[in-house]
């Protein structure tokens, strides 16, 4: 399934920004500054600094990467769940499982 690969993706994603204290760098998400997203002005312009580096190094790439990344799994897994609550063999508890599942998500 897609949420399979992308959780790991977000688990690696946050801790790199955790690892460059990046938490506070967008706190307008999902904008970056004016645009909806960063450009080619929010990456390292350097010869010396490799382009790859800008997403284990850049706090802005980082903390962004890792948020639109959560948001495609929170969504992803909202209209997973959405469709499993529709399945008329599953019981009670399960269903009341997932419900909490995507409430925890969105708050």
Known sequence: MIIHSIFPLVLLTGFFTAGTNAGISCNTFPWVGEHWFYTKNH?????????????????????VNHRTL??????WTTFVGIGMIKLINISFSSKTSIILLILSMWT
Do not use: G, H, Y
């Open 70 to 75: 959560a948001t495609l799994m929170t969504l």
């Open 43 to 63: 990456f390292f312009v350097s010869d010396e600094i490799p382009f790859w580096r800008n997403f284990t190094e850049n706090k802005l790439i980082c903390q």
